[in-house]
């Protein structure tokens, strides 16, 4: 009995050092890995907060983050989205990554690219996204095959409607109630609460304030009363909004208490949607000055990282490997970075970085030499056979061109740039391809802006940006074509999306892909009216229109590169109608 007792107090006293032991391997854990949170607004320049002296703007928290942690004076991103989403994504100039525009393929980044979110991922973090992808829409492209476990959002440039709309989550139809910026904080919530006891990786993209310009009322109606025009009043609502759910972040995150375990991180994707107060600087989105790409960057980390202003240069692409060093993860031998890691300047009383040069390519659709270099001092923008060259330390506002009084400088600056921009154009290769033929395949939709086509046909809007349609389908020599490279041959039911008024049914219409067809007839008329839009200001994309189906039957695409082709063969009233695009459902095998 004696020897029993014995036995039982040893065990006991195993168990709790066992437990101790491990209650202390847990928090050594926790510490050395800790959550990120990092928020992307889309089209909020450096003026569109009240810490830059916008004082007719109101951003109390993420004004708050600037004074309470660390603050980057010159940080800078690329001139639109896709690309900086790239950059950021990989730690890498994004035309190394394949991206060089918005639309069309172009922004698409490879799938061969490492992202922070697999990093993150193969390291034991749960990763989330939720809001705006805009680097693929297709596999291997999509989000939940570039490291993110969870995925609710949008893979386009931007989205329709902002209010009760249908969003994406992990490949299916997501429908939800409320205006998209409080539904995708209340998913980015979702996601926090239920990783809370695992290190956990947060990607917040908002939307928000990229147009089409919409917002609830309260938001709108204080920045009318204020004076604004309907467009700023508008953005700057939709900024206060941000704020409000920035704060509901914050707030989640100190209940769970997490404070001091959450890296938190606020910045923004380019200048503003407009010209507006930006600070004094020149250029606004899409520009290679200076306010088309510094955007503000506040870091947060309760304990760790006290209030400071930091003026070294620093970029999207030094996010990554800050991040892994802050988080203590392996980077991969193979992975070669452009980014600088800052966690030094983070973490310790260190001001400076070794000099470096900055350098910033002019997003457009080709590989053209246009760009900007900047040095701690000088900023030397070559843009359409234009070379200027600006002092930023005493003419921060660019508008005294010195390239013809410091000729050595710019010279310098020129070769360098010339010499990195021939880096980039040698590894330069666009990813522009749609793959299908997968496994996990379920409804693969193809929309016309992905499209090529011939003749008289174009789109609606004109520029083919996300949701744009085809129009002007009149001469039975034109085409729709995809251009898909196919994993493994399937068969597939191919449906249309279209719309065609009263007058003009009849079109007969063929879909093939080298040995198989398909023939039907827009036999229904289907002409509604567009959705009604919240919209504030008449947008610049197309608007939300209801589509039609119109099954085709079975398709077979075989396997290698393909053309999946619309064309009529017969146009008895003048037009076909407007094509939306066409949906692939992969048949299973009998």
Known sequence: MI????????????????????????????????????????????????????????????????????????????????????????????????????SKGLENMRSSEITIAELFKEQGYKTGCFGKWHNGAHFPEHPNQQGFDEFIGFCAGHWNNY????????????????????????????????????????????????????????????????GFNDKDATIYGMCENIDDNVQRLFDKIHQLELDENTIIIFMTDNGPNGERYNGGMRGIKGSIHEGGVRVPCFINWKGKIEPKSIEAIAAHIDILPTLTSLCKLQLPEKIQLDGMDLSALLLTDQTKLEERLYYTKKSTEFIEP???????????????????????????????????????????????????????????????????????????????????????IHFKEGH??????????????????????????????????????????????????????????????????YVQSNDRVVRMEVYEKEWAKLPMGKLHISHGNQSIVLHASHIPNGEVGEIKGIELTKVKPE
Request: glycine share 6%.
């Open 3 to 102: 020897r029993l007792f014995l036995r039982l107090h040893i065990l006991l006293l195993i168990a709790l050092l066992v437990s101790c032991n491990s209650g202390k391997e847990e928090k050594v854990d926790q510490l050395n890995h800790p959550n990120v949170v990092l928020i992307l607004t889309d089209d909020q320049g450096w003026g569109d907060l009240g810490i830059h002296g916008n004082d007719k703007i109101s951003t109390p928290t993420i004004d708050q983050m600037a004074t309470r942690g660390a603050q980057f004076g010159r940080f800078y991103v690329s001139p639109l989205c896709a690309p900086t989403r790239a950059s950021l994504l990989s730690g890498r100039y994004y035309l190394r990554t394949g991206t060089s525009w918005v």
């Open 163 to 226: 209010f009760n709309t249908t969003l994406e989550h992990n490949g299916e139809a997501y429908p939800t109630q409320g205006y998209i910026t409080d539904v995708l904080t209340d998913e980015a919530i979702k996601f926090i609460e239920q990783n809370r006891e695992d290190p956990f990786f947060c990607y917040i993209p908002f939307n928000a304030p990229h147009g089409p310009f919409q917002v609830p009322d309260q938001y709108f109606d204080k920045y009318k009363t204020l």
């Open 370 to 456: 246009d760009g900007a270099v900047r040095s701690d001092q000088y900023r030397l923008v070559m843009d359409e056979g234009d070379t200027m060259l600006f002092d930023m330390k005493v003419d921060p506002g660019e508008k005294n061109d010195l390239s013809s009084i410091e000729e050595e400088t710019k010279n310098a600056l020129a070769k360098s740039y010339n010499s990195w921009f021939q880096d980039i154009k040698d590894q330069f290769k666009s990813d522009d391809e749609i793959k299908i033929g997968f496994d996990h395949e379920k409804e693969i939709y193809l929309p016309a802006h992905e499209a090529a086509f011939s003749g008289d």
């Open 464 to 529: 083919g940006w996300a949701h744009d349609w085809l129009v002007n389908w009149v001469n039975t020599t034109d085409s729709i074509y995809w251009d898909v490279v196919v994993n493994e041959s399937a068969n597939y039911e191919l449906t249309m999306l279209y719309c065609c008024p009263e007058d003009k049914v009849g079109s007969e219409i063929s879909a093939y892909c080298k040995e198989s067809t398909l023939n039907s007839n827009i036999s229904q008329a289907h002409n509604p009216p």
